[in-house]
């Protein structure tokens, strides 16, 4: 395999008691060693100025379009015995997890702290799974790292059927995740970034269209996958958000605490977005809320160890910002637009665009860009009795509205949208 520069893909690197564990105790990402290495250290100058022009190319959030995003998936699970196997049920559960993400449908998004409720928000982006591959191998995968010229040979062989992987579908059209044990478990998951975005360096595109997307160790796969542990002192309980975080990198999004060299981290590194926290460094598998490594005289807010980018642990990341989201979304329209994407908007006429229907329990019921208006809601039976259920209300530029109706029993409901000067009903149907 031909040896690639760190910073070509976004990896977790976990804790091992060889080789690169001299040089990181931590989970880390090689893509922060390209800014800071010596036969790169000329580009760092210019980093953020290319970032600032990609981030303004989406014209912010003011002008986010009214759509949900639906991404066809092909995942791959490449194994040699039963323990790698991964199940059509571990899928669609790892899945379901990956779409409660992007939806900001999770049970856990509540959590997020008040000095951040204004700058998170749902992506309005879902992932349909459109084919499982399985194939037995007895190939094997492994992270090769050479501490002298500090460069890898990255498992992209699982890519490939004719060296005892799986050939992807056709990757400008589809995401396509590979599944396979890593040798030594050095990592939870790489990924390339879109080909073109501004924010990375031209080097970091896939070497190949035919290498381009996901690969995630099958032990941080699912929810919940296997305790993932290195040896009896180092195990990290993860919860399906390695594939968050990793989507987060293929649709464009920066580590928040930019680039570095491992173990040299500074404030003024950055993801160039301003509504994510100057970090000093990643939350090591960390929920420490007290964590503020760069102070700001005018705005001081605290590491953002909620954010799905960060390496913090599983149970404390809950959100992306709304930056972010414009990036996604922005690579979604220009950098990946040949995925056949399906999307999924406001009728003509209507007020709001609400989804799923039919649904297992919650609804997002999300405003018009120009719906300004504030809702009392009621919710109520084809009986017209009416009914208590929790209801959460996102502003920002995607206004929402997440009803919470799996308390109730299956049926045909009504959501009443009652305002000073408009009105809408939606009619759910929940299963």
């Known amino acids: 395999m031909r040896k690639r520069l760190l910073h070509v893909l976004t990896l977790l690197l976990l804790f091992s008691n060889i080789g690169f564990s001299q040089l990181a105790p931590h989970a880390n990402c090689g893509q922060d060693n390209y800014v800071r290495s010596t036969q790169n250290a000329s580009s760092l100058a210019s980093f953020n100025e290319i970032y600032q022009r990609a981030v303004a190319q989406t014209s912010g959030a003011k002008t986010r379009d009214f759509e949900i995003y639906q991404i066809p998936v092909v995942v791959h699970v490449v194994y040699s015995n039963a323990d790698e196997y991964i199940s059509e049920e571990r899928i669609n559960e790892q899945l379901v997890q990956l779409n409660k993400d992007f939806r900001r449908l999770n049970e856990d998004a509540e959590k997020v702290r008040i000095e951040f409720e204004e700058v998170v928000g749902d ?31 990255f498992p992209d062989h699982v890519k490939s059927t004719a060296l005892g992987g799986s050939d992807p579908w056709d990757t400008r059209e589809f995401l396509n995740i590979w599944v396979c044990p890593i040798v030594g478990d050095l990592i939870f998951g790489y990924a390339y970034p879109p080909s073109q975005l501004d924010n990375w360096p031209i080097e970091s595109k896939a070497p190949s269209a035919d290498v381009d997307g996901i ?3 099958y032990k941080a796969f699912g929810g919940p996958p296997p305790v993932f542990s290195t040896n009896t002192n180092d195990r990290v309980i993860l919860k ?19 680039d570095s060299e491992i173990g040299v981290y500074q404030c003024f590194l950055d993801d160039g977005l301003s509504d994510t926290p100057s970090m000093k460094d990643p939350s090591f598998d960390s929920c420490d809320l007290t964590k503020n490594t760069c102070g ?18 599983h149970d404390c990341q809950n959100s992306f910002t709304n930056q972010q989201i414009d990036v996604m ?39 018009k860009k120009d719906n300004d208006t504030d809702y009392q809601i009621r ?4 009986l017209s009795h009416s009914f208590v259920v929790p209801i959460t209300h996102y502003e920002g530029p995607m206004r ?21 000067q408009h009105r809408f009903t939606e009619r759910i149907v929940l299963r």
């Open 240 to 258: 399906g958000r390695t594939l968050t975080h990793e989507v987060g990198h293929y649709l464009g999004l920066r580590h928040p605490w930019g």
């Open 215 to 217: 690969v995630i160790n």
């Open 296 to 313: 700001d005289v005018f705005n001081d807010l605290p590491d953002m160890i909620e954010n799905f980018m960060d390496f913090s642990e």
């Open 123 to 153: 992506p309005g982006i879902e992932f349909q799974l459109a084919k499982i591959n399985w194939i037995s191998t007895d190939t094997i995968f492994k992270l090769d790292f050479d501490i002298s010229t500090l460069t890898y040979n």
């Open 329 to 367: 979304r922005f690579v979604l329209k220009k950098h990946r637009r040949a995925l056949r994407v399906k999307t999924l908007q406001v009728k003509s006429g209507s007020r709001a665009l609400t989804y799923p229907n039919p649904t297992d329990g919650i609804v997002k019921v999300v405003l």
């Open 379 to 382: 919710v109520t039976n084809v």
């Open 400 to 420: 929402s509205y997440k009803v919470d109706l799996s308390g109730l029993t299956p049926g045909v409901y009504f959501v009443k949208f009652i305002g000073e």
